[in-house]
């Protein structure tokens, strides 16, 4: 359909919340619940905290480094420099908004929601900063107004329009309201007037991101322009557009020369592996998702399973982390996973998360999921503190004994606020809309993918369902699942298996069941009631794990897990021990769990034993010697003697809390002699 020159109404909106709403003719497997509330438990809290610390100082905080100036230097509202050196601090704002918008839809009385006035006042300077023509970045209508999408490879401008769409989609999905909204599409509009075959512009951004929000835009507002533009970027990709040099930003956020880095190098639907840049790479890959979701393209469909299968099996770490490089922040080689020089950022465990939901709806496959459940829990929750305050953005598996942290955004310790702050405000938009990752439903039933308390409906042929879920996740395994409302005829309740679930039972009502999970699933098919109960009980005895033996960095060791979450050793918790790069553990002692409501806000810690390596005594001052083999080869030279290791206690705590205490030593992977 044709617009008029100002954007129109869009569609009221629906029940349906969060940041994923698809099309009425969308071809996949699963679509979203419409309804999914989190009332209580381990995610509530966290939630919570979100939503009562960390959402309410970024209004302060954007002022006080300068976001909110540039924007006003934009609208012409202030006067005086641009504050900071990259381009896509606008991002910074829009994705706080989003966050905002998502606490704001959970909000029965609008009226009394806290950051309301920030909200409206955001909006309200982006609306003045935005040109006539609906081009909208401060950077380059202050610093640079000549070179409006010239600079594609680096200056983020359609990544901003991306973050700006996505805000819009939010608020107009919590309000109904469409100030926002008509900034988003002016822009929008302004882009897809610049971009495309006959157009003043062949090119591409050089950090994706538009993709996936012009899909949306598409959803919320039916106009296929948007899905078209957004098809037109992923299918541009590839072939080398982005041609014009890097600025001197310094090394970390540079633009290296590789095509690769900016995956311009091969078009989507031929790469083999995933490569370059990680949130570059999966935020492209979330928005082919959506494209192949709309469109059902069976050929982008497999080139997002070949690459999906190409990151888990060789680039992806126990926390679900991705990134082994600092420098250019990259995927790194095969099987390079490296512990201390993790980079595991942030915002890469937040692009995977939302590029796994994707694939969960678009396939149904419960593997998906289960990245998501690893990535939620660990490399992503470790990057912000149990007080909300305090922010990662990075997340190693190992600090070693005597770091030394010299300052900035790339360290190994908590710091409140980044020059270059893109992780603090996705922690909190994916935070505020996480309950729309937890649920979907199908012409056949419902299904439950993370395992939460609270509510979870949507439509089926049959009707709509709805059902309460209480469980203590992931502290117990006992999910009790209770049939709150259910339409005529028989429809099935799926619930997932998680991968690392070795034993489990299951109770229908109060008959224990011997059904078999199928590809992940626990699919029970029946003629539910109101007040019918399921109560699934995963095993959730401690476990070691080991790598993959090509991965060289934690050869010969194994690491502590428990359910979904992955454990690690701090030194504030091994009295026994002055550090931790000593430490050996004894994989044949019994693990036990305790929970320590008393320990960092609350959590199961599992115990094992092991001892402090001593070091050979007069080694002198060359760190190496020859190796030892058996017979008299593994005898000590004459005159060395063969000192005795000291036993020790071991405490593990969930990787997701460290760094809340003393500063000190850290290590995921523990070795084993």
């Known amino acids: 359909m044709s617009l008029p020159p100002s954007p129109g109404p869009a569609p009221a909106p629906t029940p349906a919340l969060g940041p994923v709403r698809l099309g009425d003719q969308a071809q996949v497997a699963l679509r979203p619940a419409e309804s999914a509330r989190v009332t209580g438990g381990f995610w509530h809290k966290r939630r919570r905290v979100n939503a009562e610390v960390s959402i309410p100082q970024g209004p302060a905080l954007l002022d006080s480094v300068g976001n909110l100036h540039n924007l006003r230097l934009a609208a012409g509202t202030a006067t005086g420099e641009y504050r900071g050196e990259l381009p896509f ?70 990544y901003c329009a991306g973050h700006l769409i996505q805000a819009a989609v939010a608020h107009h999905r919590a309000t109904g309201r469409e100030d926002l909204l008509t900034v988003a599409r002016r822009f929008a509009d302004h882009i897809d007037d610049t971009f495309g075959p006959g157009k003043p512009v062949d090119g591409i951004c050089g950090h994706p991101e538009i993709e996936t929000a012009l899909v949306e835009l598409y959803r919320e507002t039916a106009e296929p322009r948007y899905l078209d533009l957004a098809g037109y970027f992923v299918d541009r990709r590839g072939h080398g557009l982005l041609r014009d040099g890097p600025p001197k930003l310094g090394d970390a956020h540079a633009v290296p020369p590789s095509s690769a880095y900016c995956q311009d190098h091969v078009p989507v639907r031929e790469a083999e592996t995933v490569t370059g840049h990680v949130v570059r790479q999966l935020y492209l890959l979330a928005g082919a998702a959506d494209v192949a979701a709309e469109t059902g393209d069976p050929y982008l469909r497999a080139a997002l399973e ?274 931790l790069d000593d430490i050996v553990l004894d994989p044949t002692a019994e693990l036990t769990v305790q929970h320590r409501s008393d320990l960092l806000g609350g959590v199961t810690t599992v115990v094992g034993s092991g001892r402090l390596r001593s070091r050979p005594a007069g080694q002198g001052w060359w760190p190496y010697r020859a190796a030892r083999g058996t017979g008299d080869a593994a005898q000590a030279p004459d005159g060395v003697d063969t000192p005795t290791d000291t036993p020790v206690e071991l405490t593990a705590i969930p990787y997701y809390a460290w760094a809340n205490r003393e500063d000190g030593s850290m290590r995921v992977w523990l070795p084993t002699s």
């Open 89 to 158: 601090l606008d991002t910074d704002v829009t994705k706080w908004l989003e966050a905002a918008s998502w606490q704001l839809a959970e909000t029965d009385r609008k009226e009394e929601f806290a950051q309301a006035e920030d909200v409206d006042r955001m909006i309200r300077l982006l609306a003045e900063a935005q040109q006539r023509n609906g081009y909208l970045q401060s950077y380059y209508q202050v610093v640079k107004p000549g070179l409006h999408f010239v600079e594609l490879r680096w200056g983020h401008e359609l």
């Open 306 to 579: 070949r690459l999906w299968e190409s990151m888990t099996t060789t680039r992806t770490h126990l926390t679900g982390g991705l990134g082994a490089h600092h420098e250019s922040e990259d995927f790194g080689d095969p099987y390079e996973l490296p512990n201390e020089r993790a980079y595991c950022e942030t915002c890469a465990a937040v692009a995977s998360i939302q590029w796994n939901w994707r694939m969960t709806l678009l396939t149904g496959e419960t593997r998906y999921a289960d990245l998501t459940e690893r990535t939620l829990f660990n490399g992503f929750l470790s990057g912000v503190s149990l007080d909300g305050l305090r922010w990662l953005y990075v997340n190693p598996l190992r600090v070693r004994d005597g770091y030394e942290y010299h300052g900035g955004d790339i360290g190994s310790r908590r710091t409140p606020w980044f020059t270059c702050a893109c992780c603090p405000p996705n922690v909190m938009r994916l935070l505020a809309s996480l309950p729309h990752y937890l649920a979907s439903t199908d012409a056949d039933g419902l299904q439950l993918h993370q395992y939460a308390t609270g509510s979870y409906s949507g439509l089926t042929d049959g009707g709509r369902v709805a059902v309460r879920v209480e469980t203590d996740y992931p502290w117990q395994g006992r999910i009790a699942v209770t049939v709150d409302e259910a339409g005529p005829g028989e429809w099935t309740l799926s619930l997932r298996v998680p991968q690392w679930c070795e034993q489990h039972t299951l109770e229908i009502g109060a008959t224990p069941s011997e059904q078999v999970p199928e590809d992940g699933w626990l699919r029970l098919r029946g003629a539910w009631q109101p007040g019918d109960t399921v109560v699934l009980n995963l095993g959730m005895e401690p476990r070691l794990t080991e790598a993959d033996p090509r991965v060289d960095a934690v050869r010969g060791c194994v690491a502590v897990e428990r359910g979904p979450l992955v454990h690690c050793l701090e030194q504030v918790d091994q009295p026994g021990a002055p550090g």
